[in-house]
């Protein structure tokens, strides 16, 4: 079950790739077929193997030889290793399912924020509306934990945003962690954003540190969201168990 999680993680990993760059265009993430950026070259099903065709062309293209972007098989692995471990973390019940699709969310949502800076309506439409059909049938304890998480996440991030006059916070990290907030409830969704904004913050600064970034140079926050609430999902329940014994509560 591990190795068919991980094929299917490495095949989605794909596709969230072509939706993570196209939906943000507003084009099909059907058609036309994926080719080269640089020669147009429509690409064959041997080259669209993923992972293994990146390395067998050396990250290029095998007509051109321009350079493929290395956040195609970056993303095609995440999503494979993701997938992997979420049994793992969380067991083989129904509530994989959520882990599966939390995980799907976020890698488009990687490639779109990375690429473009935008955390797509769209995509956060219709994830809000399969998180709300999921956990009709696998619920959070209580069931309406979920309805108030995602009234949590997005009055935060909106009062955030209003309180910076927008700097603090952009319209897309609000509507994201009211769908978190459905996924994860308001105890996590709360510890999700504080990771996030903690992973933000080192990340920033290292890349600051290192001169890729300008001091107030804007810069995909999505990552660090993934991170931040990925980390709350599956460890949630031991850090804030942790840190209460830590303040003696």
């Not at 994926?34 to 293994?52: D, F, K, Y």
């Not at 473009?116 to 956990?135: S, T």
């Not at 935060?156 to 916070?169: E, P, Q, T």
């Not at 903690?198 to 140079?217: C, E, N, P, T, W």
């Amino acid at each position: 079950m591990l190795l068919a999680l991980l094929c299917y993680g490495l095949l989605l990993g794909s596709f969230f790739n072509v939706a993570g760059l196209r939906i943000p265009n507003k084009e099909s993430i059907v058609a036309p077929r994926s080719a080269c950026p640089g020669c147009h070259h429509t690409l064959t099903a041997g080259e669209l193997i993923p992972v293994v065709s990146y390395l067998l062309q050396g990250g290029k293209c095998r007509k051109c030889r321009a350079r493929i972007s290395p956040l195609y098989p970056f993303v095609e692995m995440m999503t494979a290793i993701l997938f992997t471990i979420s049994p793992l973390l969380v067991g083989w019940s129904k509530e994989l399912v959520i882990a599966l699709t939390l995980i799907s969310l976020f890698m488009i949502i990687f490639v779109s924020d990375i690429k473009y800076m935008i955390i797509p309506d769209k995509v956060l439409l219709f994830f809000a509306g399969l998180f709300l059909i999921e956990r009709m049938f696998i619920p959070l304890s209580p069931w309406w934990d979920s309805l108030i998480g995602a009234a949590a996440g997005f009055f935060l991030l909106l009062s955030i945003a209003f309180l910076s006059k927008g700097r603090g916070m952009g319209g897309g990290d609000i509507k994201l962690f009211a769908v978190l907030g459905l996924a994860l409830g308001w105890k996590l969704v709360l510890l999700s954003f504080f990771l996030s904004c903690l992973f933000g913050s080192v990340i920033g600064l290292a890349a600051i540190l290192a001169g890729k970034v300008k001091r107030r140079q804007p810069m995909p926050f999505g990552p660090s969201i993934m991170a931040g609430t990925l980390l709350a999902y599956f460890c949630g329940e031991e850090l804030l168990l942790w840190y209460f014994r830590l303040i003696g509560l």
